[in-house]
């Protein structure tokens, strides 16, 4: 079963982008997942947060994949620069209707 990382992202700093986005596609590639999109280009149809300036889907061929991708070392350091540059919110969710 496809399984899905929703991210809504709001970077406070810029600093660690460059790095993440030479980096991270070839590893989730790697890890057999895709994005489905990667944009800042969305109407807002509900409003209960602050609105992200980047929201991503990608898709996994299953939840190991998902898994493997976010705890893969090679991820580690890019992650935590994420995480200190940005508020995310990331959700895996499975693909099952």
């Not at 994005?35 to 109407?43: A, K, P, R, W």
């Not at 509900?46 to 493997?68: C, F, Q």
Request: proline share 8%; aromatic share 12%; glycine share 6%.
């Amino acid at each position: 079963m496809n399984y899905y990382t929703q991210i809504s992202c709001n970077p406070t700093t810029a600093d660690w982008i460059p790095g993440y986005m030479d980096t991270i596609p070839a590893l989730i590639a790697h890890h057999g997942g895709r994005y489905l999109y990667q944009t800042t280009d969305y109407v807002r149809i509900e409003e209960t947060s602050t609105a992200p300036g980047l929201v991503v889907l990608i898709e996994w061929p299953d939840k190991a994949a998902a898994e493997n991708f976010y705890n893969d070392p090679a991820y580690e350091p890019h992650k935590r620069a994420r995480q200190d540059g940005s508020a995310t919110d990331m959700y895996l969710i499975p693909g099952a209707a």
